[in-house]
């Protein structure tokens, strides 16, 4: 624990601004924005690293009907993916530079530059337009379980099955959910077998039909689950309760001392791009996060259960944040850390 | 539940621009199904946002049916010109191509056209009876041990398809096999066999594998008969299949039914794995499996019903517990949530309308899979009279855009030609063309599934004889197996001795 205690300062940067949600605010004022020198003058492309029905092909749909819902520009979506995102980054990182081609990725390209110096840096070799979703993962359990209703009778029931327990999640090398699992088996002692399962599908369907006795997910993503009563969350890995889950208690209350690794998606641009380009893309961007149809997108993914918008700057912060405790902590998992 | 059925029939057809809607699902999804490389995918893709002005049940219903009609509209390309229009029509391709060459593509068609609306219905009216416990089964008993062994007892079979023998055939299996562990592994994310090239970290997608080994191939076999003017062009046969002939493979239908409704009843399996299954149960349970990959009647039916009765089957774990069996159901979720509606339990209760046109509109469309089907299949067979030297640029043409559209990455066009030269190669010395795409696609979701199968197990192999549906299915794939080697053995003994 003592690696991870000493990461909170570094990483106390990724909570600073994410504290839960007050009514949503416009941070950009200025409805409209001449184009620089016509641009665009023609369709963007943005290219997605997931498939389409995904939570990231869901965000990026939304966004780009958001933007052109404003700017009357149109997005065409590329989607490339595989290789946990690297095909569409590598293919982005290929695209010319001329800020007609944009990028929706998510928070595995920071962990991923963390982890390999050589892959793109999404706050240095790219410029980050807008994060237009941040959230928080919970442990869930079946809302009809009788063996452990609660934290820690959940972790006293682990504990007892001597690494029999199972949970499923997207446990790739190095993810946000692997990381952050090994905090909580570190700081609570217990033992418990990680099921990868890559898509959503079969892993609610492992926790719903009893084929794992918890799972690790993030809220948006299992919205219906809860809706319907048939999940029940019993731990949030957040440094304090959001109102929507105000009986959930935190990993820091239950006594796991760690900062949280949180899941963002956002969209960027090429740091090459012409700059008055990017300026005119950052307001279309961040103005699109503001629009109504992007709003009840995010409400209906509990992404405004926290504050979920992050501006350039802001952006960074939380990228540059994140790498340093990716690092860190892949380091002291004796990860090669290139 | 025929009062349900008959409201949701009702509600159907008395509003004529839901007709409208209905009618332009079954056109949509059989005209994207037949184009290779563009897929019922692509039209879900065009079409979903503009879903949002249309009625829940309508924009629901749509997806639902364009699932149906597109499934279905794959084979027929498959079975004229080698081009599976989706991966789960490559089974069809299997022995659909080799009945068109010996001019029996209208007996092809026909079937194809007859079973993919005799498993849709089946599939349909299981759907309308059982959803609720039949996805609540599925979900407690079926885990990723009883996939991986449901793959193994596929795989068992598949030796005996297409190879010019059992070796051969085992070896073009163990190819793809190879094949299908190109890519990141399914659970850590390592990437293999990627030789520093990003791209190959995503693996070897289906479609180009398919396109390459079928269509491409098959034009380079075509092109060297020209070239040594061996050509015969295919005859365009007329003859649809008669009821007897149907009939007389009500078995194989029935099993087919049966298999693709399990397979997809499964979150996340679908119709490519029931294709496949479909497929290979008729040879196993075949007293004349050589038969199979050189133009058997059951060979098509087999396929074709298996994978329109996973239609059905794939709403169930869908509409019952908001899990989708595939793509094109993910993106049914996505126009749920348009409505600010979640597909699962709660939509039985809110929204029963709703589920009641759908299942009619499911109903409806796999019928008119069979009237259209019918109806155009005498004009489609007339495309087999285009000259091979027009006709190949042209299959060239699509099958490279089709490779390119899904992801587009070069690589995969490059895959598909690859796979091209290589099909090419293994087809002229007895290799088994089906037995690599059975490899690729049965290898991608068995080695997901043992993976996880394993962690579940804590890497103790033996828990896997412990849960019966694996050890059923497990030991009769070895069976199969043994006796495959045993039959082999024998027969080279016996060549030995001549």
């Known amino acids: 624990m003592k690696n991870y205690i000493g990461l909170s300062v570094l990483a106390g940067l990724l909570v600073l601004a994410s504290g839960t949600a007050g009514a949503f605010e416009c941070k950009v004022k200025a409805a409209t924005m001449a184009k620089p020198d016509g641009f665009p003058s023609r369709a963007l492309t943005m290219i997605v690293p997931y498939g389409p029905a995904g939570g990231s092909g869901q965000v990026a749909a939304a966004m780009a009907e958001a933007v052109t819902g404003h700017t009357d520009v149109a997005i065409n979506r590329d989607h490339k993916p595989g290789g946990s995102g690297t095909v569409g980054m590598t293919a982005y990182m290929a695209a010319p530079a001329d800020g007609y081609n944009v990028l929706e990725h998510i928070d595995d390209a920071s962990s991923a530059h963390a982890l390999d110096s050589t892959r793109p840096n999404p706050a240095a070799d790219l410029i980050p337009l807008v994060v237009s979703q941040v959230t928080f993962s919970q442990v869930y359990i079946r809302s009809n379980e009788t063996r452990y209703t609660d934290w820690p009778s959940f972790v006293e029931w682990v504990k007892a099955q001597g690494g029999k327990a199972t949970i499923a999640n997207v446990s790739k090398e190095g993810s946000m959910e692997r990381v952050t699992m090994k905090f909580i088996t570190d700081a609570t002692g217990m033992e418990i077998q990680q099921i990868s399962f890559d898509k959503g599908a079969p892993r609610y369907g492992a926790l719903l039909g009893g084929q794992v006795d918890a799972l690790f997910e993030q809220p948006g993503d299992v919205r219906k689950f809860l809706d319907a009563g048939n999940f029940k969350p019993i731990l949030t890995i957040f440094n304090e309760r959001p109102g929507v889950f105000a009986d959930v208690p935190t990993h820091k209350e239950m006594g796991m001392d760690f900062e949280p690794l949180l899941r963002f998606r956002g969209f960027y641009v090429h740091k090459d791009a012409p700059a008055d380009r990017v300026k005119w893309l950052q307001w279309a961007f961040q103005r699109g996060y503001c629009q109504d149809s992007y709003q009840a997108f995010n409400e209906s993914k509990f992404m405004n259960v926290i504050d979920s918008y992050r501006d350039t700057a802001g952006a960074i912060d939380l990228i540059n944040a994140s790498v340093v405790q990716y690092r860190e902590v892949y380091k002291s998992m004796g990860m090669d850390v290139k | ?498």
């Not at chain 2, 997806?63 to 989706?86: E, K, M, Q, R, S």
């Not at chain 2, 749920?336 to 709660?346: I, N, R, T, V």
């Not at chain 2, 019928?367 to 640029?393: D, M, R, W």
């Open chain 2, 1 to 498: 539940m025929w009062e349900n059925f008959a409201a949701g029939s009702l509600a159907l057809f008395s509003d004529p621009f839901t007709i409208a809607i209905f009618v332009f699902g079954v056109m949509g999804g059989m005209l994207f199904g037949a184009i290779p490389g563009v897929s019922m995918l692509t039209l879900a893709a065009i079409l979903l946002p503009f879903t949002a002005s249309l009625t829940p049940a309508q924009g629901v219903m749509l997806f639902a049916v364009i699932y149906c009609t597109g499934t279905y509209g794959g084979a027929i390309t498959a079975i004229l010109f080698n081009i599976p229009g989706a991966p789960e029509n490559a089974p069809t391709a299997f022995d659909g191509y080799p009945m068109t060459r010996q001019g029996k593509s209208g007996k092809a068609v026909g079937a194809a056209v007859l079973c993919s609306a005799i498993g849709g219905v089946a599939s349909a009216l299981v759907m309308m009876a059982a959803t609720e416990p039949l996805a609540n089964w599925a979900i407690r008993n079926i885990g990723p041990p009883e996939i991986f062994a449901l793959v193994f007892f596929g795989l068992a079979v598949a030796s005996s398809v297409g190879g010019r023998s059992i070796w051969k055939g085992w070896m073009s299996v163990l190819l793809g096999l190879i094949i299908a562990t190109i890519g990141q592994d399914p659970v850590g994310g390592i990437n293999r066999y990627n030789f520093g090239f990003t791209d190959l970290a995503a693996g070897i997608a289906f479609v180009p594998a398919i396109l390459g080994f079928f269509a491409v191939s098959e034009i380079f076999v075509q092109a060297e008969k020209k070239a040594t003017g061996k050509f015969d062009a295919p005859k365009v046969g007329m003859s649809f299949p008669s009821f007897l002939e149907i009939w007389a493979h009500r078995i194989a239908v029935v099993r087919s039914i049966l298999v693709g409704f399990f397979c997809g009843i499964l979150p996340g399996i679908g119709a490519t794995l029931a294709a496949f299954m479909g497929y290979g149960e008729a040879v196993r349970w075949s007293r004349d499996k050589e038969a199979y990959g050189k133009g058997k009647l059951e060979g098509v039916i087999s396929s074709e019903t298996a994978n329109n009765a996973a239609t059905g089957a794939a709403m169930i774990p869908l509409l019952a517990l908001g899990l989708p069996g595939g793509a094109l159901t993910a993106m049914m979720v996505a126009v749920f949530q348009m409505h600010d509606l979640e597909p699962g339990p709660l939509v039985f209760y809110n929204s029963p309308e709703l589920i009641w046109i759908v299942f009619a509109a499911m109903f409806y469309a796999n019928l008119s899979i069979l009237f259209i089907g019918l109806v155009e299949t005498k004009t489609i067979l007339y495309l087999l009279k285009i000259p091979f030297q027009f006709l190949a640029p042209m299959i060239l043409l699509l099958a490279t855009i089709g490779s390119y559209i899904g992801r587009g990455l070069v690589l995969d066009v490059i895959v598909m030609f690859g796979a091209g030269i290589v099909g090419f190669l293994l087809r002229r010395s007895g290799y088994s063309i089906p037995g690599i795409v059975l490899g690729i696609i049965l290898g991608k979701i068995g080695e997901q599934n043992f993976a996880q199968g394993m962690q579940m197990v804590h890497y103790d192999l033996f828990t896997y004889f412990s849960r019966p549906i694996c050890l059923i299915l497990i030991v009769a794939g070895s069976l199969t197996l043994l006796a495959g080697i045993y039959k082999a053995v024998g027969s080279s003994r016996s060549t030995a001795s001549q």
